[in-house]
């Protein structure tokens, strides 16, 4: 199980996070212009990489995302919560 995690971490977890989320959907959008604007054969191994890209970077952006977790008592109140490191670093 991972540890807990300071609020400044949990800020820079978010910020990449975000940042692998934006660079998942620049990829996806170069490798569909690729397939669709690109000449077939010339393209083929620019197709291939790029979808690469795509693969490594699908679902990273949720294992860098820290865990809520509920610590018990009032649900509304923020600090019966603790937030745990993400999954990518177990």
């Not at 083929?44 to 952006?61: F, W, Y």
Request: hydrophobic residues 30%; aromatic residues 8%.
């Amino acid at each position: 199980m991972s540890r807990y995690i300071s609020t400044e971490e949990r800020k820079t977890w978010d910020g990449m996070s975000e940042d692998l989320e934006r660079a998942y959907s620049l990829v996806s959008a170069a490798h569909f212009k690729a397939i669709t604007e690109l000449d077939h054969e010339c393209s083929k191994n620019a197709r291939n990489r790029i979808g690469h890209a795509k693969e490594v970077l699908s679902g990273l952006s949720y294992l860098c995302k820290p865990q809520s977790e509920w610590t018990g008592g009032d649900s509304e109140d923020p600090a019966n919560f603790k937030v745990r490191a993400p999954h990518i670093s177990d």
